[in-house]
């Protein structure tokens, strides 16, 4: 079947912008990740959600970030007041269930380019 | 806390050859999972295998082949007879039970050379 999609595949914006980024999870999937990552580093976790709901979102750098997933599939990653500094990967994964035995399977990625 | 070291940046070896990347681990849960990523350069994160902490046998798929021992808290994973095909960067992850993000180590780019 389909794996984890993301689109855009690739978003450059303006300093100061607000962007949305997109994830599609497995079908049947109900848990779903969204990591960063930077230039040469592994995945860093930002938010987790069981459901509708964001279980964890320790990994949230600051309320400038914020994600959604409304009806238990897709979620959405938004950005206020991008910043230089939030240019990356962001990946998004998911698994069949939340536990942490659970297999996070990933997508290809959106690479954010803030000038 | 948890945490998860790949010392080896990079490696280089011709085809042909065998290869053996290093994943260290911190935790202090008795019940925990490691898991095996490739990254090629299209950027996609591959999974390639999970293990939990109550099964400390070693694993063969094909020409891959994992080493788990938790005396030395360590995970490694080893390519025979590496192929140019196996050029990319892999990832070491833990996860710890009642824990739900994934924390990788810093990624080993293999480069296979024909």
């Known amino acids: 079947g389909a794996g984890v999609s993301q689109t855009p595949s690739n978003k450059v914006t303006e300093k100061g912008k607000y962007v949305e980024l997109r994830c599609d999870p497995i079908?049947?999937?109900?848990?779903l990740y969204w990591y960063r990552q930077s230039l040469g580093q592994g995945p860093e976790f930002l938010i987790y959600?069981?459901?509708?709901?964001?279980?964890?979102d320790s990994g949230l750098p600051n309320d400038r970030f914020f994600a959604v997933r409304p009806e238990g599939s897709v979620s959405t990653l938004k950005i206020q007041r991008t910043e230089r500094g939030d240019s990356a990967v962001y990946l998004c994964?998911?698994?069949?269930?939340?536990?942490?035995?659970?297999?996070?399977?990933f997508g290809p990625g959106t690479r954010l380019l803030v000038l | 806390a948890q945490k998860v070291t790949q010392a080896q940046t990079e490696i280089s070896v011709v085809e042909k050859e065998d290869v053996t990347l290093d994943c260290v681990y911190e935790?202090?849960?008795?019940?925990?999972?490691l898991f095996w990523y490739k990254q090629p350069p299209s950027g996609e994160l591959v999974f390639l295998i999970r293990?939990?902490?109550?099964?400390?046998q070693n694993e063969i798929s094909g020409r891959y082949s994992w080493n788990f021992q938790k005396s030395t808290s360590s995970f490694n994973f080893t390519i025979t007879a590496s192929q140019v095909v196996d050029s990319a960067v892999y990832f070491c992850?833990?996860?710890?039970?009642?824990?739900?993000?994934?924390?990788f180590g810093s990624g080993t780019r293999l480069q296979v050379q024909p």
């Open positions: 994964a998911s698994s069949l269930l939340g536990g942490a035995s659970s297999t996070q399977y």
């Open positions: 079908s049947g999937h109900t848990a």
């Open positions: 959600f069981q459901g509708t709901g964001a279980a964890d």
């Open positions: 935790t202090r849960d008795t019940t925990y999972y």
């Open positions: 293990r939990n902490s109550f099964d400390e």
């Open positions: 992850a833990l996860n710890e039970e009642g824990r739900r993000a994934l924390t």
